[in-house]
């Protein structure tokens, strides 16, 4: 392993550098086989063995042709991850980095999160008959904690301040002998080079657009896509945009500034609670890329959201406000005429909207006795 | 077409028989093809040809190994519907039946229904470009009906008798050119074979649990298998076992009563609500069906269902009530040893939890302050 931006090497898998910063495996070549599940294809590119016989059948999620590509003049393709067997893209990198602790012989995993990253992990620790200690912030509400709790684990609402428990929790892991896997272990990473292999199947994108909050997701969506270019299995990387919202984007104001390191968002506020990390412990290294590679990084704000939001709910996909960031972004992109026109594009759809039911749109819902149904009917 | 008791025959799709009780097609005989959806793979057993390019990616679901096989001595796989595109199994029908409604030129599809089957239709009837009516109970609970009203169809509440509704929808629906999908639409029916398809594709089961309702879910999973026999694709048909609540079990009463004809269940009352229909328009059918192949209704408790539910979160897989049923009703046959030791057994998880959060068993939540995080996590 080595450090994703000082480059210092490691012999064994540890969380993080010395640096500070985050560590990530070595670039994978390798050539695709043919299985039923995208662990099984891409079998040369995981740095640990996944459990297969443990398998949720996590991964290979589709990716829909999207009917608002012709109002945009783009080849639209939406990669729904909401159809994970804990409804969100998290379920990767879970497999994968609780596959590793089992082999590394812990009895327990964790995590530091409130939403879909809890319930993944809580999920896999119980599939893999691990103790689950999830750390979730004070103010977690009730409803969104029975997600969670349901699959058993210890659920530890933590008093203090969020930003510094994901690092606490490094830490005390260590000690305590409790693997952490919080949003941009160096194993959850991986797990999600997956979606950039399930895309390079089917369609040589020219555009990812992908939501953007810690960056765990970012770094792995970028690492599959170069793995298969150094694999000679792609010819050209894609253009990989960073999409944040306007409340809360470090990474997006770090980039435009043209600084090499993000600074802590002030006072951070959006709807798309998903990707609201005022200071994404992947920060610097996503920054590092978009400027290696060209790559963008695009704020959108929460009444955008809420329209794109409902644009999706129109073609039958219904997504958690973070997940709606990328089409929001898509629109930007072709009102800038920074995206030519037919180009092929993808946007990762991260999360179920029944994870946010609370803040999905209202829909209009009349009353009718059943006598006259009939003329509610045809008055429509 | 012919129906499904009385035997007559139809030249054009209608919804039921002149008798009242539900028609369904002609039993297809076929030959798999090679394809990435169980669409392309079973081509020739559809009644219509699907639209596969407003597909959203339904079917297709992961058979995952249980845990719970060894405690109960069978080889267990559970068929997780609930990653399906608006999270349960009742896409696959709707699918199939709006590609019918599309082709025959339908402007308009509703359903009767509050919950899994209201959010599909209104899902793919945005996909398809299509109006929707959504007629819901007067008791309908507003935040049940967000997850609907969000795609954007017509949400009527409808005040006055919800049994009688169903027939009412189908009358008006001829008249008014609406294509009414409700439980056990004769298209709807057929999409659900795909789930005997797929099980077939992996293994050969003696057993399918199957969470019954209305019946429409039991009919198509039945067809699906009596198709691949007749087909040659199988040896012999699995023994399919009619899942009820107790608290609403109209089949399984008449069944174990000897009778061929359902009763009105009275006072219905259950927390798996998604199979809690007192009076289900394909009960006499399923009647017919259990009686011919010597199959099996079996009635589980509520306090059974909460425990098998809690069981399936610590696989984690997260479920419905209704989708609970099939494994309390397995641990029951395992019981009364009317299940063979080191059978091949399916459970159908028909739908995701996240649909029914509020009556989701809670778990516990601790408080702990960061500065002693150290030793909440030692005293775990």
């Known amino acids: ?11 064994k ?7 500070g910063e985050p560590v990530e495996f070595e670039v994978f070549k390798g050539e695709p086989y043919i299985g ?18 443990l398998s949720l059948g996590e991964g290979d999620t589709p990716l829909v042709k999207s009917k608002l590509g012709k109002e945009f003049g783009v ?8 159809v994970n067997p804990t409804w969100s893209f998290k379920d ?16 327990a995993v964790g995590t530091v999160s409130t939403g879909n990253m809890a319930a993944s992990v809580a999920a896999y620790a119980s599939r893999f008959d691990l103790d689950a200690v999830i750390l979730v912030s004070e103010n ?10 349901v699959y ?24 305590l002998r409790i693997y952490f896997i919080n949003s941009d272990n160096p194993f959850r990473v991986e797990g999600y080079k997956g979606i950039a292999f399930e895309i390079a199947e089917e369609i040589t994108p020219d555009y990812v657009l992908v939501p953007t909050s810690s960056g765990g997701l970012f770094r792995g969506i970028a690492k599959g896509f170069i793995e298969l270019k150094e694999s000679g299995l792609i010819d050209e990387l894609p253009m990989l945009v960073a999409v944040q919202v306007g409340g809360c984007s470090p990474i997006c104001r770090a980039f435009h500034d043209g600084k090499e390191r993000i600074e802590r968002f002030q006072n951070p506020g959006t709807i798309a609670k998903a990707i609201a990390n005022p200071y994404p412990p992947s920060g610097n290294a996503v920054l590092k890329l978009l400027g290696k590679f060209g790559w963008e990084c695009v704020t959108v704000s929460d009444s955008e959201i809420i329209e794109a939001q409902r644009e999706l709910a129109g073609e039958g996909l219904f997504v958690q406000p973070a997940s709606a960031t990328g089409i929001a972004a898509l629109k930007k992109l072709v009102d800038s005429e920074s995206i030519r026109e037919g180009s092929k594009v993808v946007s990762i759809l991260t999360g ?27 008055s429509r």
């Open 352 to 378: 179920s909207g029944l994870k946010t039911l609370k803040s999905a749109p209202e829909g209009e819902v009349e009353d009718c006795p059943l006598e006259t149904l009939d003329n509610c009917l045809k």
């Open 152 to 175: 058993g684990g210890d659920v530890i609402r933590v008093r203090g301040d969020y930003g510094r428990l994901y690092f606490e929790s490094l830490k005390l892991g260590e000690r």
């Open 36 to 53: 039923k599940s995208i662990w099984e294809r891409f079998w040369d590119f995981w740095p640990v063995e996944p459990v297969m016989k």
């Open 140 to 149: 977690a509400g009730d409803e969104k904690l029975k997600a969670v709790s």
């Open 13 to 19: 898998p540890v969380q993080r550098c010395e640096c």
């Open 75 to 82: 080849k639209l393709h939406l990669k729904n991850e909401t």
């Open 1 to 11: 392993m080595k450090c994703s931006i000082c480059g210092r090497q490691y012999s």
């Open 92 to 107: 990767r990198g879970t497999f994968l980095a609780v596959s590793y602790a089992l082999k590394a012989g812990y009895k």
